[in-house]
Each structure stands twice: as structure tokens, then as C-alpha cells.
């Protein structure tokens, strides 16, 4: 039954969209930093790189560096460019290769290769997948792929040129979780794991999907001008708001952005980062305050917007190059 299953699928996908998904292995690797990682590599597959724990710096051509943190995703395109600089004590990566095969024959083949490293855990110095892959995978991309799925993504968008791009939104939980489940199945020898599998593949590709849509659709809004009226909408939501101790990943859901593009809209509209921006909007309000001298300092940073009193002496020192106190007695004089 699941062999009939499996078989249907992959018919559906060939008549469908010409090629069907495929993960061609999944590999666990530890590392720190005095491990010596490959200056560079590149590889036939996509490359979807999950950090579990721990910070990294991924160096991409044509993309510049990006830094990611736990629970951050990235997928980078096939033949491109890239390396890893390891920024925290130890990193905890999982990386997750996979493409599109054209045909039968080249999908029987890829699966005989698959979950052959599933098994190799903390492997380090590793550039790339263990087994081999085919030249060929590296012709379709991910938006060539999906057109069948009428999700909107095409070959002739933006996201098509970007070398990488980074999983945001909801759909980063499950683009990771997705990911390990495929690892686990590939490391077990379970019942109908093939299909089991090639399910979890075609979800995960889904979620991509949605996560690359929605990146799509942004670029769209700051490039149409639709940002500046966004950005005017989440800095009046700051100004009504800044001494409730709100985020900045709180503004940017207000105007239904992801943080990232809403940052940089901001600095594109105003000059300065969000995050500066409450920062002053919450010290011009501390200053005031300040000038009464029945009201506690303490009281003043909650007051203010911020969540402790410590953060509030380092923030305010920061700033105006003194504590609050020494501000207070030099008004007061």
C-alpha cells in the first residue's frame, strides 16, 4: 500500500510540475571555535542550513555576510558560494540537501544514495554532502518548482536572483522541525520510510514557499512606496506607545512587516534604526521626568519604557553621557 502511495505521488509531481522533490541527505555537525572549516564551498543542491544552538556568520557570494542565531534557517541556492564563521563558544547545525530530479531513473538512483551519512553525527570539516549529486539538480529552482502550485511564485521574480534567503515568519518553526523529522527518518529504518519521507519533503517545500512568498511580497511593498506609508503608520504607533515597553518586533507586526524589512525601511525613511529611535523617544521622557526630583529613579525608567532599572542607567549613560542622578543634580543646579 505504501509503495502504491509513494508511486502515486511521484507520478502526480512528474505530470504536475516535471520534477519531483527530493532530500538527499540530512547531516548533524558540532562545532566551535577552534575548528577549522572550509574556506569556501558549493554544491548541485540546494542547501538548507538550520541552526539548533548557538550564533554563525554566513558568508554568501553575492549576498554578503548574514548573521543567524538559534532557531534561524537559511536556504542557499545550488553553485553558490558560500562559507561559516563560527561566533559562539559552539554551534549545533543541521544541514539539509535537496533539489529537484528530473526523472524515474534519477530519483531511484538519488534515493539509493539517500540517508547513506544520516547516521554521522558532530561531523566536522565536512563541505557538503557524502554522497554524490547530480549535476542536473542544480538547472531547477525552487520557484520553478512551485509554479504548479499556484502559490504566486514565478522564475521571473526578484527572489529568483537572491543567492540565499532567510526563513521568516511562522513558517520558520516549521521549516526546522520539518527538517529534523526528515533527518530522524533518515537515520531509522522504519516502516514506509521512503514515504514518510518524501511527505515531509513535499511540506517542507511548502513552507518555503510560503516563507519565500512572503519576503517577495515585502520587497514589493518598500519598492512600490508602500513602505514610507508603512513606516509612518509604525512610528506613530511608537510615538502612542514607546513608554509601554514596547519592541520593535512589536511595531513591525503592527504594519504586518517582518522585523528585518521593517528595519531597514525605517532607517531608509528616517535615518536611524527603530530600535534607536524608541531609545531616545524613552530618554527625552526619562530627562523630563527626571527634572522632578520627588519621583524615584527607579520609577522613572518603567515609566520611560524600560524593563529595568538597569537597563534604563546603561541606556541613559549611553545616550546623554551620564547617569540619570548626575542629570538630575545638574538640573536641579
Known amino acids: 500500500m505504501a509503495d502504491k502511495l509513494l508511486s502515486a505521488i511521484e507520478d502526480e509531481f512528474f505530470m504536475s510540475a516535471g520534477s519531483m522533490p527530493v532530500v538527499i541527505e540530512g547531516i548533524e555537525h558540532v562545532y566551535n571555535t577552534k575548528d577549522s572549516l572550509p ?31 538559534k532557531g534561524s534557517a537559511i536556504v542557499i541556492r545550488p553553485l553558490v558560494k558560500h562559507s561559516l564563521i563560527i561566533k559562539s563558544k559552539e554551534a549545533y547545525i543541521l544541514n539539509l540537501y535537496f533539489g529537484f530530479i528530473h526523472d524515474a531513473k534519477e530519483l531511484s538512483a538519488a534515493r539509493e544514495g539517500m540517508g547513506a551519512n544520516a547516521d554521522k553525527k558532530n561531523a566536522k570539516n565536512v563541505a557538503g554532502p557524502s554522497v554524490a549529486i547530480p549535476g542536473s539538480m542544480a538547472q531547477i529552482s525552487l520557484e520553478s518548482f512551485l509554479k504548479f502550485a499556484d502559490l504566486g511564485l514565478t522564475e521571473d521574480n526578484d527572489m529568483t536572483s537572491q543567492p540565499c534567503f532567510v526563513a521568516t515568519g511562522t513558517e520558520k518553526a516549521e521549516i526546522s522541525m520539518l527538517a529534523e523529522r526528515i533527518v530522524s527518518e533518515m537515520s531509522a529504518d522504519r516502516y514506509s520510510k521512503d514515504l514518510m519521507i518524501q511527505t515531509l519533503t513535499v511540506e517542507l517545500m511548502i513552507n518555503l ?52 524589512y521593517f528595519t531597514r525601511a525605517f532607517k531608509d525613511e528616517t535615518g536611524t534604526s527603530p530600535m534607536n529611535y524608541l531609545m531616545k523617544k524613552r530618554i527625552e521622557r526619562s530627562c523630563l521626568l527626571l527634572e522632578n526630583n520627588e519621583i524615584k529613579v527607579s520609577a522613572i525608567s518603567l515609566q520611560s519604557g524600560f524593563s529595568s532599572p538597569q537597563r534604563f542607567n546603561v541606556a541613559f549613560r549611553k545616550l546623554m ?5 548626575e542629570y538630575r543634580k545638574l538640573h536641579l543646579k
Open 321 to 325: 553621557g551620564m547617569t540619570p542622578m
Open 209 to 260: 514557499s510560503r516563507s519565500m512568498r512572503n519576503e517577495w511580497e515585502e520587497n514589493i511593498r518598500v519598492k512600490t512606496g508602500k513602505a514610507k506609508e508603512l513606516v509612518a503608520i509604525a512610528k506613530q504607533y511608537m510615538d502612542d506607545n514607546f513608554d509601554q515597553g514596547i519592541t520593535v518586533a512589536q511595531a513591525a507586526q503592527y504594519v504586518f512587516l517582518s522585523q528585518g
Open 39 to 69: 574556506a569556501e564551498s558549493s554544491h548541485n543542491s540546494h542547501e538548507l542550513l538550520y541552526i539548533r544552538d548557538g550564533k554563525i556568520e554566513v558568508s554568501v557570494e553575492g549576498g554578503g555576510k548574514i548573521a543567524l542565531g
